[in-house]
């Protein structure tokens, strides 16, 4: 179970910052090929974005997936909204949609 | 630890009975899979709910015993 405080931090990471990205390791040292391509695709588009990494704090790791009924890492979150994983994110950013969804949100991107 | 793509393939069909399946093992070791799902269960869902849809029918393995399991799904064309 996750402890209130957790999914506290948690929705406050999320209404605090536009754009945040739960990842293994930080955006300038991914530790993980599905973090990493992320953090890529984000900063190829010119996306600001807070990088939190769960490796560092168990307790957000597993709140982290529970919170959004998602059993992996990376999970990106934008204006509050979960907006997917490595292989959505990925997919959207091929087929163009994920400029667009970012747009529509007031986040400035590139495509 | 790793699972076989039947097992995965076995799993996704007995939580999603009509999905057409394939899974194909991207470095021949039982750790890192991708997978085609179509399923008539997932119209009208946000990607994000087939993808949930595909975990519920793993059963807790994605992210344990399924390290990596590359995610594609879709709707049956009509």
């Not at chain 1, 994983?85 to 400035?108: S, T, V």
């Not at chain 2, 394939?22 to 994000?48: E, N, W």
């Not at chain 2, 993808?51 to 399991?69: D, F, I, S």
Request: charged letters at 20%; hydrophobic letters at 40%.
């Amino acid at each position: 179970m996750t402890d209130a405080t957790v999914t506290d931090r948690i929705k406050q990471d999320i209404t605090d910052n536009p754009v945040v990205l739960y990842m293994k390791g930080t955006p300038v040292f991914p530790q993980c090929g599905f973090s990493a391509a992320v953090v890529q695709i984000l900063t190829t588009m010119g996306v600001k974005f807070k990088g939190i990494d769960v490796l560092a704090d168990p307790e957000i790791r597993q709140g982290i997936k529970e919170f959004s009924n998602w059993p992996t890492i990376p999970q990106l979150y934008v204006k509050g909204e979960f907006v997917g994983g490595c292989d959505i994110i990925r997919e959207m950013y091929e087929n163009g949609e994920l400029e667009g969804f970012l747009n529509q949100h007031g986040i400035a991107a590139r495509a | 630890m790793a699972i076989d793509a039947g097992e995965i393939e076995r799993l996704i069909k007995a939580g999603l009975p009509d999905a057409q399946v394939r899974i194909d093992d991207l470095r021949g070791d039982g750790d890192h899979y991708a997978a085609i799902v179509i399923s008539a269960a997932f119209k009208g869902k946000s990607r994000v709910q087939q993808h949930q849809l595909v975990y519920q029918a793993l059963q807790g393995r994605m992210g344990n015993e399924l390290h990596a399991l590359a995610l594609q799904t879709s709707a049956p064309q009509d």
